[in-house]
């Protein structure tokens, strides 16, 4: 075997062992067992979102604990697949050195996940999106990215759940919420915030005039009981109303959609996809507590920042361009992370835009301390 092959296959088995460690295999192993005698309980469907719970991070660490380990077993076969295929000729050791620039990038990919320390990272993703300057064009983009996330979410088996989409007259769409389950959807989506910008031919300008639009992502964690926010009910002004846009058959029909106005901060939220109003209040409750979450959050930071303690409070304005005129590109600004195939991207393909901003976050942490 080439000393530069021996040389990399060495480098990726001590990546990984720095993957198993973090991990800590042992607790996840551990873990499952826990999680497995848990959802063998009967009475556990009592109470669904327990339920829902326990099963969700139970599937996504088995995923996990599955992927370490058939990470190690093509490790360790890689050497020998190295001595068959120099017997072999050229293909073979063509296909070997395929098989180790895969390894290579499966292996990264799992140390991004080793950089997912944050105190909520953990935590399943509320994720809003909002159109910006550009009109109708803006409309289309916000609508364009909603589908890009909701696509990405269901490729990696993702389950998405729609709180609120606010259609804009035209075309496309003024707003979205929706939550992306599974753990640590927010440490590995909060990368994703900020100002995202289009650069295309406007399908909508009759003369065909390139348009730049604006849309803004916006990533929350999901409240759970242990946060010490507590909304009080008193100072929520509850409005409902009729659902308007597409929909099924109860859409449409009854004032079942529900707009909450947190009257100290003034923050609003709307959830309009449930059936029932009681749904949709449930559903908006967990948004709002979500915002309260990241309000107070930047609170801290800004008290933090004051004392000379921060630097990165604003990391996440404009931070990527998708170009589909005059030549096809989408750049991530804070990364310099590019692709030229703006169609895949905007199809779910932002795995490598997330795992650059992950690592870029992790850096510019790093240098803050």
């Known amino acids: 075997m080439h000393p530069d092959v021996s040389a990399d296959i060495g480098a990726l088995d001590a990546t990984m062992t720095t993957v198993e460690k973090v991990l800590d295999i042992e607790e996840l192993a551990r873990r499952v067992d826990e999680l497995e005698q848990m959802a063998a309980d009967p009475d556990l469907w ?15 660490i088995q995923a996990d604990l599955r992927k370490c380990r058939d990470l190690r077993q093509r490790i360790e076969d890689l050497p020998l697949m190295y001595e068959l295929a120099e017997e072999e000729g050229e293909d073979a050791v063509a296909e070997a050195d395929a098989e180790r620039s895969a390894l290579r990038e499966d292996v990264e990919a799992m140390e991004v996940k080793t950089m997912l320390s944050g105190e909520y990272d953990q935590r399943e993703a509320v994720v809003n999106i909002r159109s910006g300057a550009g009109g109708i064009d803006a409309a289309d983009f916000a609508e364009m990215l909603m589908r890009m996330y909701i ?10 759940e729609v709180y609120d989409t606010s259609y804009a007259e035209e075309a496309g769409i003024k707003s979205a919420t929706f939550v992306v389950h599974d753990p640590y959807m927010y440490g590995t989506l909060s990368v994703e915030q900020g100002t ?15 348009q730049t639009s604006f849309a803004e992502v916006e990533v929350l964690p999901v409240v759970e009981q242990t946060d010490s926010i ?14 308007s846009g597409p929909g099924g058959q109860s859409v449409n029909t009854t ?14 939220v709307t959830c309009q996809n449930e059936k029932s109003q009681l749904q949709n209040k449930v559903a908006a409750m967990k948004v709002l507590a979500a915002k309260l979450l990241a309000r107070k959050q930047q609170e801290e930071r800004a008290a ?31 990364t310099e992370y590019e692709v030229n195939n703006p169609s895949a991207v905007l199809d779910g393909d932002i ?19």
């Open 46 to 60: 009592n109470d669904q979102d327990r339920a829902q719970k326990v099963t969700s991070e139970l599937s996504y």
């Open 151 to 160: 696509r990405w979410a269901e490729k990696a088996g993702h389950k998405v």
């Open 196 to 210: 995202h910008r289009l650069v295309r031919i406007s399908p909508f300008d009759n003369q065909g005039r390139r």
């Open 230 to 243: 507590d909304v009080d009910e008193n100072e929520v002004r509850v409005d409902v109303y009729r659902s």
């Open 255 to 268: 004032d079942s959609a529900v707009r909450l106005t947190h009257v100290p901060t003034g923050i609003v």
């Open 304 to 334: 933090l920042d004051a004392l000379g303690a921060g630097g990165n409070a604003s990391w996440g304005n404009q931070m990527r361009s998708y170009v589909l005129h005059p030549y096809q590109m989408v750049k991530d600004l804070r």
């Open 351 to 369: 795995d490598g835009f997330i795992e650059a901003g992950i690592r870029w976050r992790m850096r510019e942490g790093a240098g803050a301390e």
